[in-house]
């Protein structure tokens, strides 16, 4: 069965602090994905990894890095996190670049204090 | 860019009434459309996608969408829902290119009452 761990449900951390929010998935895939979930603003995508050590940036990158030194590892990395990064946080892995499905975490919901 | 818009961010239901919910999106030349559910503390699975074929796509669950090029619309309908379908449902759409990348519209929570 296909499976897509986050290393916390919730986090709380505190204002300029570095936050690593890890994934793993079994499945092989060779490619992972971050997103941020907000209210009314659905899913969007923070930064991909086709490949490991491979990165690509999304559509809001800024505030955030990412490493992949193991295929089935993900991390995201908030360098020095912000109260305007407190949000839910998603992680997903595709088996490859021309699927279509995505397989999903179950999040971290990340509040910055 | 592609652009997804779900026109109710609320939508209310009584147990065992029918449901649909809306999703438009921006024109391109070939898109693959998909709807994902969001269960009360879980990430997102996916409930069907349209590739190509049939415009009336099944999924699971007894959901169903369909793909209206014209009116670029990609439709949730569930002829009677349950309580246990409770759960915020989120449009995407990928247009193939670009890495095939997905881009989500805002959700749609559904609430079902008794």
């Known amino acids: 069965d296909v499976k897509v761990t986050q290393s916390s449900r919730y986090l709380v951390k505190r204002t300029g602090e570095k936050v690593f929010l890890e994934c793993v998935q079994d499945?092989?895939?060779?490619?992972m994905f971050w997103y941020r979930q907000d209210p009314g603003l659905g899913l969007r995508l923070i930064y991909f990894?086709?490949?490991?050590?491979?990165?690509e940036k999304g559509d809001i990158p800024e505030g955030y890095s990412v490493s992949r030194e193991k295929k089935e590892r993900f991390s995201l990395i908030l360098e020095s996190a912000s109260t305007n990064q407190t949000s839910m946080y998603l992680c997903?892995?595709?088996?490859?670049?021309?699927?279509?499905?995505?397989?999903f975490g179950p999040g971290t919901r990340l509040t910055v204090t | 860019a592609q652009s997804v818009t779900q026109l109710d961010s609320q939508v209310p239901v009584f147990e065992e009434a029918p449901v649909e919910l809306r999703c438009n999106y921006s024109s391109s030349v070939s898109v693959y459309l998909f709807w994902y559910v969001q269960y009360p503390n879980q990430g997102l699975q996916l409930l069907l996608k349209?590739?190509?074929?049939?415009?009336l796509v099944k999924g699971i669950n007894g959901f169903e969408a369909e793909f209206n090029k014209s009116q670029t619309s990609f439709h949730l309908r569930k002829p009677s829902v349950h309580i246990s379908d409770t759960a915020e449902y989120f449009c995407?759409?990928?247009?193939?290119?670009?890495?095939?990348?997905?881009?989500f519209g805002g959700g749609t929570r559904l609430m079902v009452k008794p």
């Open positions: 990894s086709y490949d490991v050590k491979m990165k």
């Open positions: 349209y590739l190509s074929g049939s415009t």
């Open positions: 995407a759409v990928s247009d193939g290119n670009a890495g095939n990348m997905l881009t």
């Open positions: 997903a892995s595709r088996e490859r670049q021309y699927s279509y499905e995505q397989y």
């Open positions: 499945m092989d895939h060779e490619n």
